[in-house]
């Protein structure tokens, strides 16, 4: 098996697109870190899938590499270079090239799927016409040439989802971030995705950095794979050699969670998110939301749950956010009722 891991080498190795050396993240107002001693390499060119359960920091590692948050301790590189060290403009130029492909789309509602791919061009200051054609050549790339003009209330999810890809390769990019991009999907559009990035980082030979709680995904794309668990790396290597022999009983627990089977009746949803507890307060708030339970399974960062949620509520993250503050409002034990 080749190494995965490199925990003492230095400088970074050349054939590493991105290497974590002991990396810790603390946010503000939190006790305990959502990334702890994190060290971590990811092989250029490959299709590495970062996976763990709700609340693992698989998301707070995507912020790191993205730039929009800064380790408090350890170092992080990021194509040989490290962020936080650069200046603001050769900072930018980094951003630039690396593509984001987020869970719930991110398109700008009053912009066409046409003006969502052109809109990092603009922000970079390329002319209309170059943005545009680069625009339509991507959409057609990404199986949309017919749909340019639509708006994305006019798109469906796996639409929605190739118009946020296409965008995510505006800037050329040679590290693809896809940070849960078909959890929001149906079983078949989320195939239909999966397929589709995996062409992208064959065609392009960019790294993809796919970051999902569902071993399929794993299975399904990825050459690599790293195992993450309360902020820290459990396991990692080549996904075949992982698979089929997984050490950890994190990872064991990952092979063995499917999605339910869940009959969903029109207009309901299918959601994984964590949930602070299943504490009354929290089951009530969440029966008022319109979403209830089908899976719940308690860890120490919280409950990794699956939800059926009113579809119109695509986004779950108020839903969530209410919940923490649910949780945080109630008395620490033994301070009163
Ligand atoms: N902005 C924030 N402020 C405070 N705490 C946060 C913030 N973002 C994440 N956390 C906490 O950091 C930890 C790791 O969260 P993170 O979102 O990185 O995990 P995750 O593996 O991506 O989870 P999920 O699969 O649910 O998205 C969790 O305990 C979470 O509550």
């Given at each position: 098996m080749t190494q995965f891991i490199s925990p003492h080498a230095t400088p970074p190795a050349?054939?590493?697109?991105l290497e974590l050396r002991h990396v810790r993240k603390t946010y503000p107002g939190?006790?305990?870190?959502?990334?702890?001693?994190l060290t971590l390499g990811v092989p250029r060119g490959s299709r590495t899938g970062i996976i763990g359960r709700s609340g693992a920091g698989k998301s707070s590692l995507v912020r790191l590499i993205s730039g929009l948050e800064t380790p408090d301790a350890g170092e992080l590189w990021v194509q040989g270079e490290p962020p936080h060290r650069l200046s603001q403009a050769e900072r930018r130029a980094r951003q630039a090239r690396t593509g984001l492909v987020f869970q719930h789309f991110?398109?700008?509602?009053?912009?066409t799927a046409l003006g969502n791919v052109t809109l990092p061009l603009e922000l970079l200051g390329v002319p209309r016409a170059q943005r545009d054609a680069r625009a339509r050549e991507l959409l057609a790339q990404v199986g949309l040439a017919d749909l340019t003009g639509r708006y994305p209330a006019q798109l469906s999810g796996g639409q929605k989802q190739r118009v946020g890809i296409a965008r995510a390769l505006a800037t050329d990019p040679d590290l693809l971030l896809a940070d849960e991009?078909?959890?929001?999907?149906?079983p078949e559009s989320s195939a239909g995705i999966l397929e589709l990035l995996t062409q992208i980082q064959r065609e392009r030979d960019l790294t993809l950095v796919i970051v999902t709680h569902q071993m399929e995904v794993v299975r399904a794309v990825t050459t690599h794979v790293a195992v993450l668990d309360a902020g820290q790396l459990v396991e990692s290597g080549e996904t075949r050699a992982l698979l089929s022999a997984p050490r950890h009983p994190v990872t064991r627990a990952l092979l063995d969670a499917h999605r339910p089977e869940v009959a969903l009746h029109a207009g309901e949803a299918l959601q994984h998110v964590n949930l602070p507890d299943l504490n009354p307060r929290t089951l009530s708030a969440l029966a008022g939301s319109g979403a209830r339970i089908v899976q719940a399974q308690a860890h120490p960062q919280g409950v990794d749950a699956w939800l059926v949620t009113?579809?119109?509520?695509?986004?779950v993250s108020a839903l969530l956010e209410r919940l923490a503050q649910v949780a945080a409002q109630r008395p620490a034990p033994g301070v009163g009722a």
């Open positions: 050349a054939d590493l697109a939190q006790a305990v870190p959502a990334l702890r001693d991110n398109l700008l509602a009053q912009r991009a078909t959890s929001a999907l149906d009113p579809e119109e509520r695509g986004d």
